[in-house]
């Protein structure tokens, strides 16, 4: 199937009132990201923190398809995957802060996140693992005859990693109900993709393992809606795992505190500022009249509070108690 | 009662829970239709089908990463890796994610998994299908590790394996599958963490692990003749590890061998002798003797094979050493 | 590129001398597996036994080109490679006897056969890790600034693994000097390629990571021989790694003892035993006139003599001293 | 003497050694014109060049079993991992080949390959990130396994590891990498298998192991005012482990307390106390304690992180109850 093909079989655009949704969904996340980072200079935050700047587009897109049944596996760069998920700020500022009531009880930290409550299975400090586990997720949601998909968000570099080839393959001989979410924002750390993979288109690899693959803008929240929801409706009705790259980038440093020279050039971040995932939703929004600068302006406020509350919220909480550090190990025992 | 072997006792175990629990499925090269290379699943495809005995490609990491995801959304995995050298393709997916989800999620997530697979030294079989590996297992926290010496023991344990909802090393001796040995009907579990008391004895304790155990027992005999009453303890699973029973048997004897196939340095015998000696201290009459494979890759040949695991004499000898000190 | 015009890149057809080489090389193989088999129903083979009987135009084909500084590393099913790379029926046989003549002294057995001094890197009974040490024997040749090339030979059923996907990729990005040969057997043990693999074609994965790939066929020496030429030539001026698919099929079952039933039916087998590789480059030898019947007895004479006098050796060899058993782990110490 | 930190100790004798050999070469993951996560390769890109800094893609698996063809094809690879929990995902090429390639090819193949990382638990690094794995390595025939403590071993021993023909995982704990200490300038080499008597005592010996030995070693200062003389014993090198060095103090000492921030079930400190109550037995005034970061998946928020390894207090504490004994 060409990606042509492919487009015209996706779903229609979203419903006006999910329009708006998506907006506060955008913004959660990016006002989350940002309370994150200046939570990190002031020293809350304890290990490393990989922010989701300018990736927005992308779990919002994805997400807003999914039910909290649907499992969604993450890697390191993994806020922006569980709040869209529906993991709240508040608990997934806790728990960069390392508290009790994060939503890993201050086990996991920024690349721990885990909420299976919402189908937020986790987020992972090593590259790769997620695609094999949201296979499994579909192998088990295929045994159990049910319709949730299992969904796997992963960066260009894990493209390069035996885990994309194996569990791209698995899903494809059981045609399992997965989607397999590239963010390939050109850069894994500093390496540029396009040093290291041989190929460095990722959304043409779907033929090497049978299975259907198409690329989008993934600053686009709006194309990567309608790609996600193609894909869902594919993997709901039994018709196999999609392989979707997302093209994006990320703004930030790799890490917050990490250095951000030396690898990149100061034009080619200024020109993917420009296309802010963002700052474009909301001009097309205001272009074609789906809202006024009004109603923006007011869901701007209310989620900057919900944010600024969350770390109200994630400062003012308890510490784990280190009496407790090997509960949980096993669950019998 | 009757016998079954080792293998047909696991495979009774496994039929049983398949029927009863329908979240239950098993993936690896070769377990459809054919089987398995073990026959640890002959019989099951034609009753489950497809699904639930599924034929893998040799993507060990893959499938065992996929298991993991099973696990984690409603459904038990069981993954049969014939030979378990074949796990260490997947080393990453159990230490790093299979071992830690349920710690990570606080519990939230549970990890029902069964890793099972053919470990020993034998029948020339060379260096990539002779492995055992259970020492580095109980290392990581989060693994049960459960090492049956005897049928009986093999279909309890099993049992319980595939009810627990944490991740199980269940591995089997390739010289134990085909033992014969008499098996309850019906369904029953032994738990973890609880050795058997393979011989009671009076002078020296004799720890013995998987294909040892009976090797131990003959020995025994042997010895029995001569007066010398040797208790003979087989933890069954390493993780937990029954060290209560180990104990209460040197504060009787004062003496203790361990005898294991697997390598030595930081092994089974180290974690036993190192806890004998803190804990019971004073129960000692003599120094803690380990016998192990030697701490050479297995070599094919089969005079190089032999000579590396510990030999009947070299049981005998080392239990009339400690009782001689 | 297209297949066809790799095809026209290729090297030429052997010289005429070299057309009787292969034949004796694939009879060698042939005798080798065939005396193999029969010592392992006499019990003189002690652990498993996997024979190249009907894939011998592979290792012939591709080792045609190569010489001893090349690195060969082979899998499970590695006694054709090691005797095409200048092992001798002698070492081989020995070697699966267990004795210490063997030409890895009785360590190995049939998966773990050693000569580096002819560059036979070594057979391994762990199917994936063949395709990573070829491709860093290229990195070695790169850096060393030679011209040797390194080789993997591997089956259909390492294609599903990561080690292929990760091998291939680095061996692109850095235009490392190997062949990648995949002997596409359709079965792995009795999983067909068909069911495992998303894609059943080997020869179209090169693009996924940008690198060359041709499929041909592999009970066809003359065919591997072109295809393989021209590997080598690309690799030994620096133009990178080519994924060779070589379409092949073994006539006996997977390893001697196993069953051969269950899961390919009779008429595939006899419609494969007809294209036997060795027959049938007898009979384009005597078509094209070549050679003479009798040239091609004297041959088959000589090389049965071979090996049954290799048997024999092997047979009256010592077997390794126990003492000796913890030799070798460390160069030093 | 001049003073460098860890990190700048290791990159001398990697400088120096990549001068020296042109056949070494470093591969890992921004250890090119970046100079590494840690600085490990800080200003050699530029020296170098690109084929022998050599960044990699996220292919852990795929670059070990290159190295080790490499390593096997006349080249001397250096693989940078960053954080050593990575290394996992290439068990199988290192269990199965690199360690076992020596002693399959009957010693005709070599195999210098330095596998090095960052290993340990601190900075809240959480789970995927604190890892240290050691005891696994020395469990397994065929490897070399170096763990300095102090920059000046760091050299030496990185320098021996660049000239050893078998394979060395050379781990490098986090919480050590920017301490600095006196480092001789120019080449020299700390042979592996030789323990450094970081504190000469003789009421008590104490192994430590890496981070845990300037944490030893301060306690000990404490208790020598008290009069109680620590003996403490660094063994930098736990395959080989210098058994001899460590029996001779206990000769001495008569009692034995091992801490390491590993887990303890089949630990190095099992091993140390196994191979003690063996050979050592009549020596022992006292059982063998062993003080071991908690058997747990390491949590990241920092009062749990801290709750994990052996404190200083605990360290104390444990000599006080060996010297009471
Ligand atoms: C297996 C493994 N190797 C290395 C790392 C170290 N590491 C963390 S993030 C990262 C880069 C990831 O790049 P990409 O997948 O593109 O995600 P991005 O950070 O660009 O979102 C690396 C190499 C890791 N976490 N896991
Ligand atoms: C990593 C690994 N998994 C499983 C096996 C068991 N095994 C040995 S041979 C084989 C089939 C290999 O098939 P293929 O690669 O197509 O080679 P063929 O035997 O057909 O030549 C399997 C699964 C193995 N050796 N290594
Ligand atoms: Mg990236
Ligand atoms: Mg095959």
Redesign the interface.
Known sequence: MTDQQFAQEMAALPEPEQLLDLYRQLLTIRYTEEQLARSHQMGLI???CHTYVGEEAIATGVCAHLRPED?V?STHRGHGHALAKGVSPREVVAELF??AT?C?????????L????VGM??T??????C??????????????RSENV?VAFFGD??V???????????A???KLPVLFICENNLY????PFA??????HVG??G?????ESVTVDGNDVLAVFEAAGAAVQRARSGEGPTLIECRTYRTRAHSEGMRDA??RTQEEVDAWKARDPITNYRKWLLDNEEAGPETLTTIEAEVKDVVAEAAEFARNSP????E?????????? | MRELTYVEATLEALDSAMARDR?I?VVGEGIGERGGNFNTTTGLYAKYGP??L?D??I?E???????????????R?VVDFMFIDFILDAF??LV??IAK???????????PIVLRGAIGIGHAAATHHSGSYYPIFAHI??F?VVVPAIPSDAKGLFTTALK???PVLFLEHKSLLFNRGEVPEGDYEIPF?EARIAREGADCTVVAIGSMVDRTLSECEKLAEEGISVEVIDPRTIA?LDMATIMESVHKTGRLLIVDETFQPCGVGAEIAAQVIDAGFDDLDAPIRRLNGAHVPTPYSPPLEHSITPQPNEIEQSVRDLLAE
């Not at chain 1, 510490?319 to 280190?322: A, D, K, Q, S, V």
């Not at chain 2, 990491?61 to 459904?75: D, E, P, Q």
């Not at chain 2, 989800?101 to 990890?111: A, H, K, L, P, T």
């Open positions: 304890h290990g490393a499992a596996f390392g508290r994060g890993s009880e201050g086990r996991g930290g920024s690349m721990h885990f909420k299976p409550e299975m986790g992972s400090g090593i590259v790769g693992p695609i094999l586990q949201a296979t499994g997720a579909g192998y088990s949601f295929k045994l159990l299992g570099g894990a390069n990693n035996g885990a994309f080839h194996e569990g791209l393959n698995l494809s001989i059981w894994a750390t500093e390496v040093y290291s993979a041989g190929n460095p043409n690899r033929p090497a393992y049978g299975i030396g690898y510490w784990p108690e280190p407790t550090v090997s509960e949980y190990i096993f669950n019998q025992g | 979240s499925f699904e639930r599924c893998t490609p993507s990491r893959g499938f065992v990463g996929m298991c993991a995801g099973a696990a984690m959304t409603g459904t995995p990453g997916e790093n994610q989800m349920q710690y990570m999620s606080s519990g939230r997530i549970r990890m926290p989060g049960r627990s909802e944490d963490g937990p």
